[in-house]
């Protein structure tokens, strides 16, 4: 049986489990707590699971041990970004989030402010961060899935971009929350397992000897000792440099500001159970990343990186994918059809369980924020709330799949980057200031989401991934005249800087007053929402 | 199954909003709490500050010290790799060190100023 075929049947195993998982928890979903944050009765490790299944996109999975197999060192560098962020989430975000918010990353903000406008401006930025982050990850899992499964042409990527657009809206419309959280459970201990095996595999070819792997991987490179230093990708010129250096300011300060993150922490029952599930979610990510290093560098030792390989024309897509294949016993053996057929399965189940999660984040928020508080003000019943939430599932889910057969053409996974930087330099503002500043008001809370987000998207807009020889979307006009790809250095600190002086420049006693409450509630957990019982 | 939305404080319907109920101001002024934000601002500041600084001086580093960076230490394996892994070890020490120092520190005092909570409110309410 040839490893595509394999992989097919392996696929529709994965979508038949998970069907069967969100038609369960669709059973199971009743109240408005059951369907944003799963009743509240996860676990703290099978949260920790979850955050993992939600964060480690097929970019990180398949993206950073391509990028290191092709750039060696520099790619190993995204992955620390991605993982010291989540220091910021256990410290100064989760526990806090857990214990004074509800359903979305808005009502933190909205429990001592003023409703609609604060509402409006943290869905706004809800719904634009989750949509930058989904159309990439659709966009690249057309690509991807055609690529894994050996099928080729426009209309099998339309039609994968299709199934998976399809696929996320069953779980988010029917499982809510609960389904999600399964799919994304069942997602992170696949990774882990494919990962682990494939990592032992390379390992031993080298006798566990990791000075061996990293010479192995210098040597067949042909590009020596430099392969294992810092500067092959980002030591260009010193405007790669600082662009690098703003990239890993908005990975690690967006990770704690981006909301379909953020919601997860309302699935446990208590604050405790959220710092739990972040240090599990920090365990297993860490975990993850070093066993990266691991596929990375084995991918450049064992296999061939030159230009014209699968491996480079993949854009590093295919490394660990071909690695699997090549530790299994290489291409034509059963075990290396079996072992690629299983890192394909894995890659297909890791983009369902984000794109799925990054739906159900802005349906929540449409549903919760601007149906629910902004239209209806606060007179909308559980279930008009929740049906609205399974509508705008559907729409937003259906809209996500038009945009992303616009754009299958186009190379945007840059836009996951602009997700972490608008995350960054919005949303993480608000909600810290907000926790930590008794004067902080609605001026400083929308100043800072709407002013993070505009110079974000203006920066990027005026960048050389935009317009000119690089650009995405223009190259045969050139307007960029901000000279670098990633805003956040700008960004981050005009964030903070509008939150700071909207508030100044404005008084609200009400919010000043209510921090008292904000605050103990946030300690203490006193008043904060209870787990439903059923 | 209860709804989160009848036991609080306040209780004015569907909105998640502050509850204006004293009791949020009498346990903000007990010395147990004042203890509870203390010893959590005695740990969380500074390890942002330390894991923050540690984590750019990598980055900086990186970019530009790159002769520094490709010393060997052992093999094949340089500064840089060594520092890289050593990011991770600070993470996962200061997540377990965080951990740990809440669950002895503060949690027992956030159960008791809770429990007050539940006791006065709670009670009246139902």
Redesign the interface.
């Known amino acids: 049986m040839s490893s595509e075929t394999l992989s097919t049947i392996l696929f529709l195993v994965i979508v038949a489990v998970t069907i069967g998982i969100t038609y369960w928890a669709g059973r199971q979903t009743?109240?408005a707590?059951d369907y944003y944050a799963g009743g509240r009765q996860f676990s703290g490790i099978q949260n920790g699971l979850a955050i993992s299944g939600d964060y480690m996109s097929a970019a990180s999975f398949l993206g950073i041990s391509g990028a290191i197999a092709l750039s060696g060192?520099d790619g190993?560098?995204y992955s620390?970004?991605f993982?010291?962020a989540?220091?910021?989430a256990?410290?100064?975000v989760a526990e806090l989030l857990r214990n004074s918010?509800?359903?979305t990353m808005a009502?933190q903000l909205?429990?001592?402010m003023r409703?609609r406008p604060v509402r409006t401006a943290a869905a706004t930025s809800t719904v634009v961060v989750s949509i930058f982050y989904l159309l990439a990850q659709m966009v690249g899992a057309g690509a991807l899935v055609t690529l894994l499964l050996g099928i080729e042409g426009d209309w099998a990527i339309r039609f994968t971009i299709i199934v998976v657009g399809l696929l996320m809206i069953f779980y988010v419309v029917v499982g809510g929350m609960k389904g999600t959280t399964w799919v994304q459970i069942v997602k992170a201990v696949l990774l882990m397992t494919g990962t682990i095996l494939i990592t032992v595999l390379v390992l031993a070819k080298f006798h566990f000897n990791?000075?061996?792997l990293?010479?192995a991987a210098?040597d067949n490179t042909g590009k020596g000792?430099a392969f294992?230093?810092?500067?092959l990708k980002?030591?260009v010129s010193t405007t790669s440099?600082i662009d690098?250096?703003s990239l890993?300011l908005a990975l690690?300060l967006g990770t704690a500001g981006l909301p379909h993150i953020l919601i997860r922490f309302y699935t446990v029952p208590t604050?405790?159970d959220a710092?739990?599930s972040?240090?599990w979610a920090?365990?297993l990510i860490?975990a993850f990343?070093?066993m990266t290093l691991v596929l990375g560098f084995g991918a450049a030792a064992l296999l061939n990186t030159g230009a014209d390989s699968k491996v480079a024309t993949s854009g590093g897509n295919l490394a660990s994918p071909l690695l699997a294949e090549e530790v299994g016993g290489g291409p034509g053996s059963n075990g290396g059809a079996i072992l690629l057929a299983f890192i394909a399965a894995v890659a297909f189940a890791t983009i369902l369980a984000v794109v799925a999660g990054l739906t159900l984040t802005s349906a929540s928020s449409v549903a919760h924020d601007i149906y629910?508080?902004v239209v209806k003000?606060?007179?909308?019943?559980?279930h008009d709330?929740v049906r609205v939430a399974r509508i705008a599932a559907f729409f937003i889910g259906g809209v996500a799949i038009v945009l992303s057969i616009f754009a299958q053409d186009l190379n945007i996974a840059f836009l996951v980057a602009l997700a972490f930087a608008v995350a960054a330099s919005g949303n993480l503002p608000a909600l810290v200031l907000n926790l930590f500043w008794k004067r902080f008001n609605t001026r400083g809370a929308t100043w800072a989401i709407y002013g993070g987000l505009i110079v974000c998207v203006g920066l990027v807009f005026f960048s050389p991934t935009v317009s000119g020889p690089t650009g995405v979307f223009w190259t045969s006009v050139d307007f960029s005249w901000f000279p670098l790809a990633n805003p956040g250095i700008v960004s981050i600190p005009a964030g903070f800087l509008f939150g700071i002086l909207g508030t100044l420049t404005s008084r609200e006693p009400e919010a000043e007053a209510?921090y008292?409450?904000?605050?103990?509630?946030s300690?203490?957990?006193?008043?904060s929402?209870?787990a439903?019982?059923? | 199954?209860?709804?989160?939305t009848s036991?609080?404080?306040g209780g004015?319907?569907?909105?998640?909003?502050?509850?204006?109920?004293p009791?949020?101001?009498e346990?903000?002024s007990t010395p147990e709490?004042a203890e509870?934000?203390a010893k959590?601002q005695r740990?969380?500041f500074p390890?942002?500050v330390v894991?923050?600084v540690w984590?750019?001086l990598?980055?900086?580093m990186?970019?530009?010290a790159?002769d520094f960076?490709?010393e060997k230490v052992?093999?094949?394996?340089?500064v840089?790799?060594v520092f890289?892994?050593l990011?991770?070890v600070s993470?996962?020490l200061?997540?377990?060190l965080?951990?740990r120092y809440?669950?002895t520190n503060a949690?027992p005092?956030?159960r008791k100023?809770?429990q007050?909570?539940?006791d006065e409110?709670r009670s009246v309410n139902r």
């Open positions: 009743k109240s707590a060192y190993f560098l620390i970004g993982l010291v989540w220091l910021v256990l410290l100064l918010g509800r359903y009502d909205a429990y001592r409703q990791i000075s061996d990293l010479g210098a000792e294992l230093q810092p500067g980002y030591g440099q690098f250096l890993g690690v604050s405790r710092r739990t972040v240090n920090i365990g860490g990343y070093l629910a508080n003000k606060g007179t909308a019943t559980e709330e209510a008292t409450e904000l605050e103990v509630r300690l203490t957990g006193a008043g929402e209870k439903v019982v059923h | 199954m209860t709804s989160a036991d609080r404080g004015n319907g569907g909105v998640h909003q502050r509850s204006d109920h009791i949020y101001a346990l903000q709490f509870l934000r959590f740990f969380v390890a942002t894991f923050m984590y750019l990598y980055v900086v990186s970019m530009w790159h960076m490709s052992v093999g094949h394996v340089n840089a790799l890289g892994i990011q991770f993470t996962f200061i997540a377990w965080y951990g809440m669950n949690d005092l956030a100023l809770a007050r909570y539940d409110v």
